[in-house]
């Protein structure tokens, strides 16, 4: 078992930047596929970043060139740099991993981007 715990989010204005951070109980050494995702109000979720094992990354249309996704092995952590952000950009944020197939989910943070 994994338990992974985001923090980071907030209100920020448009133009801005926040840094989530997704922290997880033990090193996922085997993690296949670090991801974060979105999920605005009566919205379904959506994935926003991808950083598979090999250390290739995959963005969605609407995040590419403002967000990054990174990970520190040392601290167990994943990030998502949030930079340009857009009121659009408003929703739930969820970190996900995937473990040998099972995959492991945050409680989510909440961003608001004011006009």
């Known amino acids: 078992q994994v338990q992974l715990a985001e923090s980071g989010g907030g209100l920020v204005q448009a133009g801005g930047s926040l840094r989530l951070s997704c922290a997880a109980s033990?090193?996922?050494?085997?993690?296949?596929?670090m991801a974060w995702y979105r999920q605005a109000p009566g919205k379904q979720r959506d994935a926003v970043a991808v950083?598979?094992?090999?250390?290739?990354?995959n963005y969605a249309d609407s995040v590419k060139g403002r967000f990054t996704i990174s990970r520190d092995n040392a601290k167990n952590t994943e990030y998502l740099q949030m930079n340009s952000l857009k009121p659009e950009d408003t929703a739930v944020y969820y970190c996900?991993?995937?473990?040998?197939?099972?995959?492991?989910w945050g409680q989510g943070t909440q961003v608001t981007v004011s006009s």
């Open positions: 033990r090193s996922p050494f085997n993690a296949s596929v």
């Open positions: 996900m991993i995937d473990i040998l197939g099972r995959n492991y």
């Open positions: 950083l598979n094992s090999g250390g290739s990354t």
